[in-house]
C-alpha cells in the first residue's frame, strides 16, 4: 500500500519526535512488552534450560521448532528494540511465525540490554550463544553450515557485528546472515550522508532522534562508535563474510546505511542480495504474517535459503 495523506498524519501522530528515551527506556520497555504481545500464545516453542555461559551471566534461550518435521537447519536470532527494549518474550510470536514459515528451528537469543550493560554486553552474549551452538553440533543436532544467523534493525546490527567478530576472532563463521532494515552507521544526524536519514527521519514511526538516542545508550563513548563491532559500516575490511541478504523499507532512516553496507560486502567479493520493501516502515517484520510485507519478505528469505515456497 501506498502511504497516503491520511497516513502520514497518524504517523507524524506516532512518531513521538520528543520523546526523552534516554531519560524514559523503563516505559519505553514496558510499552513494547505490551504491546508486541498477541492475544494468543504461541505454543510451538520450549524453553532451552542449557543456559550459555558468558563470563559471570548465563543468557536464556527460546528454541521455536516448526510444526512438522522440516530441516535440520537453524536460524539463530537477535531481536531489535534499539539494543535497549526487546526480549525473547516480546519477540514470541515473531520466533513462532519464522519456525512456522521456514520450516526451520529457531533459536532466540534473550541478550542483556543498554544501559544497564552497554557495548558489547549484547555483542558478546550473541556471539558466546553463536559459538556455543556452532561448536557443540549435537546440541539441536545440526552442522555448522546449516546455521544461519538473522537480526531485525538493531538484532541485525549484531548479526553483522557477530559475523565480522566471528572472522576476526576465527572461531567459526557463520554461512549465510539475513538483515532486516538493520542498523550499520554511527551517523544519525542531518549531517547523515544517508538521504534516507533525513527523509525518513521523522513522521515514519522510528525517527532518527530516537536512533541517536538508542546509540548513545548502547555505546556512551563517542569514540567508540567508529567500532565497527558497533557501527560494522565502519570496518575496514569487508571480506570473508557469509553470503547475505539484506532487506530495507522504503520509508526506513536506517535504508540507505543498510544498503550501503550490502554494498561494500559485495565489494569485497562476498554474495549479497539486497531488497529494498515498497511502501514499508521500520518495524513491519514484526507484523502478523498475514501482512504483505511480512509475507514478502519470508518469500525472500526462503528463495535465499534454498526453498522456493512460503509455508501456509
Known amino acids: 500500500m501506498a502511504i497516503n495523506k ?30 508486541s504481545r498477541r492475544l494468543k500464545k504461541p505454543e510451538l516453542y520450549r ?25 535440520t537447519s537453524v536460524i539463530l536470532f537477535f531481536h531489535g528494540g534499539g539494543w535497549v527494549t526487546g526480549s525473547i518474550d516480546s519477540y514470541d510470536g ?48 545440526t552442522r555448522a553450515e546449516e546455521i544461519v544467523v538473522l537480526g531485525d ?39 547523515s550522508p544517508f538521504p534516507s536519514v533525513r527523509e525518513n527521519g521523522s513522521g515514519y514511526l522510528l525517527t532518527s532522534k530516537r536512533v541517536r538516542d538508542y546509540m548513545e545508550l548502547y555505546c556512551p563513548s563517542p569514540s567508540e562508535r567508529d567500532n565497527p563491532y558497533v557501527a560494522p559500516l565502519m570496518a575496514e575490511d569487508f571480506s570473508d563474510q557469509p553470503d547475505t541478504l539484506i532487506i530495507t523499507a522504503e520509508y526506513c532512516p536506517l535504508r540507505d546505511e543498510g544498503e550501503a553496507y550490502g554494498n561494500k560486502l559485495r565489494e569485497a567479493g562476498n554474495r549479497v542480495e539486497i531488497y529494498r520493501m515498497p511502501d514499508a516502515l521500520h518495524g513491519y517484520f514484526s507484523l502478523p504474517v498475514r501482512f504483505a510485507h511480512v509475507r514478502k519478505t519470508y518469500e525472500l528469505i526462503n528463495k535465499f535459503l534454498g526453498d522456493r515456497t512460503v509455508n501456509e
Open 153 to 191: 534493525s538493531a538484532g541485525g546490527n549484531l548479526a553483522a557485528a557477530v559475523s565480522l567478530m566471528a572472522r576476526d576472532r576465527g572461531e567459526f563463521l557463520p554461512a549465510r546472515q539475513i538483515l532486516i532494515y538493520p542498523a550499520t552507521g554511527n551517523d544519525h544526524s542531518d549531517q
Open 6 to 35: 491520511a497516513m502520514r498524519a497518524a504517523l507524524t501522530v506516532l512518531s513521538y519526535p520528543d520523546i526523552n528515551i534516554k531519560k524514559n527506556y523503563p516505559l519505553e520497555r514496558g510499552l513494547v512488552e505490551i504491546a
Open 47 to 71: 524453553i532451552w534450560e542449557h543456559k550459555v555461559s558468558c563470563g559471570t551471566h548465563e543468557i536464556p534461550v527460546r528454541i521455536f521448532t516448526p510444526p512438522e518435521d522440516g530441516h
Open 94 to 141: 515473531v520466533c513462532a511465525d519464522m519456525a512456522s514459515m521456514t520450516s526451520r528451528t529457531v533459536v532466540s537469543v534473550d541478550y542483556r540490554l543498554a544501559p544497564e550493560n552497554p557495548f558489547p554486553a549484547s555483542l558478546e552474549d550473541c556471539y558466546a550463544v553463536t559459538r556455543e551452538i556452532f561448536q557443540n553440533e549435537k546440541l539441536l543436532r
